[in-house]
């Protein structure tokens, strides 16, 4: 991502998602779309973003999701040493990251599942 533009990692079968997204549209918000589950963050991407929402991967992490249930992920631990484990299985599995995400032009970021986290960015 570039310096000084706003991105939501989007699923357009999401309604929160699209949600969001009609949301910095009516707001006249000019943003760059990503496509996270076409277009997957690499492990870099989600160090990144998970320093900006000030999160911890497995905060941003679907665990009800079919895949995560098979993987196990609730159960796994959440330490400074099972850090990377956690990144890299969202990088693998891009459905268990959290929906949407909005990244503002001067670098902070909400996960905006809810309006109030979306007004705090718009």
Request: aromatic share 4%; glycine share 4%; hydrophobic share 40%.
């Amino acid at each position: 991502m570039t310096s000084g533009q706003v991105q939501i990692w989007h699923n357009p079968r999401c309604s929160k998602s699209r949600a969001a997204k009609t949301a910095l549209d009516e707001a006249g918000v000019n943003y760059i779309e990503r496509r996270y589950l076409e277009d997957p963050p690499t492990t870099d991407d989600l160090r990144a973003v998970l320093a900006q929402l000030g999160l911890e991967p497995w905060d941003i992490t679907r665990t009800a999701e079919p895949d995560a249930k098979q993987l196990g992920v609730s159960g796994w631990s959440r330490t400074a040493a099972d850090r990377e484990q956690w990144i890299e299985t969202l990088a693998a599995n891009p459905t268990l990251i959290q929906r949407p995400i909005v990244v503002t032009a001067d670098g902070r970021a909400v996960v905006a599942r809810d309006e109030q986290a979306l007004k705090s960015v718009l």
